[in-house]
């Protein structure tokens, strides 16, 4: 077996080793199995069963994950994305109206092009086509979008109708326990230890617990059924929302491409894995990745997506796709625990259309701290890209809609780039999206659409 595992992932070629790998594996585990208890409150407040979206959030994962490392032999974990669950649950099955099988329909869409981009040798047309600054201020927006949910599930704001949100009440059971369970992340996240996030979720678990606000329902059971949301689509309505569905899965194919690209030149970049610049076997990459969204849209989740956390594991010495695989069989691990997720997903009722999730809460305003650093990457000092990026990641947030902040983005983008006449730096589909978009704008304000 030792000898097999040498050959298929090259491990001397790369410089590493089968314990090492194992380890690199163990370490991106720790830094990313969060997911497996959040995202089931995240698609769960959108109606979806939650036993259901943590069996397709461990199988999508694993087999995604597993793709990587087999096809690609890249040390990079799959798992749901944080921001992809937050636009399906909050904006589109929330602000929008969509149900929650219409909105796992638009997603299957938005992934089987993704798969045929990759095939046909077209997803770079979509990278080129945003200009970087636009990248960095959506995914500074869509970070910002999250800390604001975690803040509200947490208790420490509150809509009020004078100030739009105001200070929530900090002597709450939800706020003791949401700030627990920050401070134990944030103080792990200093003193470098990994799983600093799942351990802060532990401590707030543990914590509403003594509070009498969650009851402990065990640690291990058998895996929780997939039937609930399993091939659960419904593009029954959708013609009557169609221009809706149609910005719901470039939203969705736009998000997933860049997360991947991203992803992937940053952590191969920082394992030596780049050549002359470039990425060998990006093919292979994108798509482990996309054919990781249909499966896990299939099962009864949002988009599969690289995760960043996957750099954790290369400052390990993983350096190949055995380090991979090694997380998917930890994924297909966690589908043993799901009492666990039913503890965090202990809703304290506010209103009846509000509940907040205390235990989950810090997990989604940390994450949302990771992601504003691209702020700093956006051209401040050139006002063709600064306003447009400005309105981008500020509008999300505000409005609860990445669709609208993408959209004044492109408009304003490409509006001062025309007046200027610096039209050669946008890409024309970019043009035509900004177009499209306005027209959008128009027919919801003079037809009520």
């Not at 790369?14 to 720790?30: K, S, V």
């Not at 259901?52 to 995604?64: D, E, K, L, N, P």
């Not at 408009?411 to 200027?420: D, F, H, M, S």
Request: glycine share 10%; with cysteine; proline share 4%.
């Amino acid at each position: 077996m030792k000898e097999f595992l040498e050959r298929k992932f090259r491990l001397k070629e790369n410089g590493t080793n089968l314990r090492t790998e194992i380890i690199a594996g163990l370490t991106t585990f720790l830094t990313m199995c969060y997911i497996i208890f959040v995202n089931p409150v995240i698609l769960g407040s959108a109606n979806m069963d939650k036993g259901a979206v943590m069996f397709a959030t461990c199988v999508g994962s694993a087999i995604a994950t597993f793709l990587m490392g087999i096809l690609a032999n890249y040390p990079i974990a799959l798992a749901p994305g944080m921001g992809h669950n937050a636009f399906f649950a909050f904006i589109v099955c929330g602000a929008m109206g969509f149900t929650w099988k219409q909105a796992l329909s638009a997603n299957l869409v938005s992934g089987s092009i993704f798969v045929l981009l990759v095939i046909l040798g077209l997803s770079r047309l979509f990278i080129e086509m945003v200009p970087e600054s636009l990248r960095h201020a959506i995914a500074v927006g869509i970070g910002l979008l999250l800390a604001m949910i975690g803040l509200q599930w947490a208790g420490f704001i509150k809509g009020s109708p004078a100030t739009l949100v105001t200070l929530g009440d900090l002597s709450s059971k939800s706020v003791i326990i949401s700030t627990v369970g920050f401070l134990v992340m944030i103080i792990l996240l200093v003193l470098k230890v990994r799983g600093a996030i799942i351990i802060g979720l532990l401590s707030s678990l543990l914590t509403s617990i003594l509070l009498g606000v969650a009851k402990f329902e065990g640690i291990l059971s058998l895996p929780p059924s997939p039937k609930p949301t399993f091939l659960a689509f419904d593009f029954g309505g959708i013609t009557k929302h169609w221009f809706d569905f149609v910005a719901i899965v470039f939203v969705l194919l736009f998000l997933d491409i860049f997360d991947t690209v991203g992803t992937l030149i940053g952590v191969t970049s920082q394992a030596g894995l780049l050549k002359n610049g470039k990425l060998p076997k990006a093919k292979e990459a994108l798509f482990s990745d996309a054919v990781g969204t249909v499966t896990g849209v299939c099962l009864g989740t949002s988009t599969i997506t690289s995760y960043i956390e996957s750099s954790a594991g290369v400052s390990q010495g993983g350096r190949t796709g055995l380090t991979s695989v090694t997380v998917s069989f930890l994924f297909i691990i966690g589908l043993f625990f799901s009492p666990l997720v039913k503890t965090m997903s202990t809703a304290i009722p506010v209103t009846e259309s509000f509940s907040q999730y205390p235990i989950i809460a810090p997990a989604l305003i940390l994450v949302g701290a990771f992601m504003l650093t691209g702020v700093r990457l956006i051209k401040w000092d050139d006002y063709t890209e600064a306003i447009p990026s400005f309105l981008t990641l500020l509008i999300m947030p505000l409005t609860f809609s990445i669709t609208e902040g993408i959209a004044f983005g492109f408009i304003t983008y490409a509006i001062l780039k025309i007046v200027t006449g610096r039209t050669k730096e946008a890409h024309w589909l970019l043009y035509l999206l900004a177009l499209l978009f306005l027209g959008l704008f128009i027919l919801r304000t003079y037809l009520g659409g």
